[in-house]
């Protein structure tokens, strides 16, 4: 038998197979790797960049009870998909319970034929109906009437 000369300094892992660390796993390999230069996305795998599939409901954020309402549409619109179809619960990130009131407000909304049911929707703010300045005109508003594009109706109160 041939005795294998002495590993000197500056060999590689594949001229000596005692430094050779294939047979480690890469988390190993990494925290015996000396040559590291302190990368933050070192550790970094693909399984990491992926969320899991379900939220369970300590993880999920829950939506404020005041929010849910059937004629809030801003915030059902962001849980329906373009064809009209209520998300899941995978896409929507949504804890259980949360889902099971959105699915309910969308298909009350759908009853009340506030949003189609299918397809998309815009989503209509009129601002706040209270204001004290609601009955006078905006300066748009007067515009599109100077031009001609808007027929005014005279309020008789």
């Known amino acids: ?7 000197a300094e500056g060999t590689t892992s ?3 197979p005692d430094l050779d660390l294939r047979w480690l796993t890469s988390a190993a390999q990494r925290e015996m790797d000396d040559s590291s230069d302190n990368d933050p996305f070192m550790d970094l795998m693909p399984h990491d960049l992926n969320p899991a599939r379900l939220v ?3 993880k999920a954020k829950p939506i404020p009870k005041e ?3 059937h004629n809030n549409l801003s915030l059902l619109r962001r849980y329906v998909t373009p064809g009209g179809q209520i998300m899941n619960r995978v896409q929507s990130r ?3 319970k949360d889902q099971r009131k959105i699915a309910k407000m969308v298909k009350r909304a759908r009853a009340l034929g506030l949003i189609p049911y299918i397809g ?3 989503v209509e703010n009129h601002g706040n109906i209270y204001e004290k300045d609601i009955h006078q005109d905006k300066d748009w508003e007067l515009e599109l009437k100077r031009r001609g594009l808007v027929i005014s109706k005279e309020r008789h109160d």
Do not use: E
Not at 1 to 7: D, F, G, N, V
């Open 1 to 7: 038998p041939l005795a294998q000369p002495r590993a």
């Open 14 to 16: 594949a001229d000596n």
């Open 56 to 58: 369970n409901r300590k």
């Open 67 to 69: 929010l849910i309402h």
């Open 94 to 96: 949504l804890g259980a």
């Open 120 to 122: 998309q929707w815009k």
